[in-house]
């Protein structure tokens, strides 16, 4: 039976670092040599800074993602109001159109009744036939 052995494998140093040759995570490494830092164990005492730095990072985020959502639901109503407004207006001014008096004299022909001719008589009472 064969025995189990390690083999190494073939090295391509260009295979991982992209085209420049020296990815944007490396350079942010070196530049703030956090592998010191985290090998000289926690910093206890900016433990609480950071963490308030991190929670104001989040609120931040969050406002802003907030505000932005608060921006197209004002456009959209914006739209859907002038949208409205122009059906208000084409329908205030159909039904304008449709009470006038040649209007409903026009509609009302089809049924047979007519408009009449002569002036309204006014009726007057006496005072003792109340």
């Known amino acids: 039976m064969a025995q189990n052995s390690l083999k190494s494998a073939p090295s391509n140093s260009s295979s991982n670092t992209g085209s420049a040759?020296?990815?944007?995570f490396s350079y942010i490494e070196r530049f703030l040599n956090l592998e010191a830092v985290v090998n000289s164990g926690l910093p206890e005492k900016h433990l609480f800074r950071i963490l308030f730095v991190i929670v104001i990072a989040i609120v931040y985020i969050a406002n802003t993602h907030m505000a932005e959502r608060n921006v197209r639901m004002l456009n959209s109503m914006k739209s859907e109001v002038e949208d409205l407004r122009a059906d208000y207006t084409t329908l205030k001014s159909e039904l304008v159109v449709g009470l006038k008096q040649s209007e409903v004299a026009r509609r009302v022909a089809s049924m047979g009744l007519?408009?009449?001719q002569s002036p309204p008589v006014k009726i007057k009472l006496e005072e003792d036939e109340h």
């Open 21 to 24: 040759g020296v990815s944007m």
């Open 114 to 116: 007519e408009e009449s």
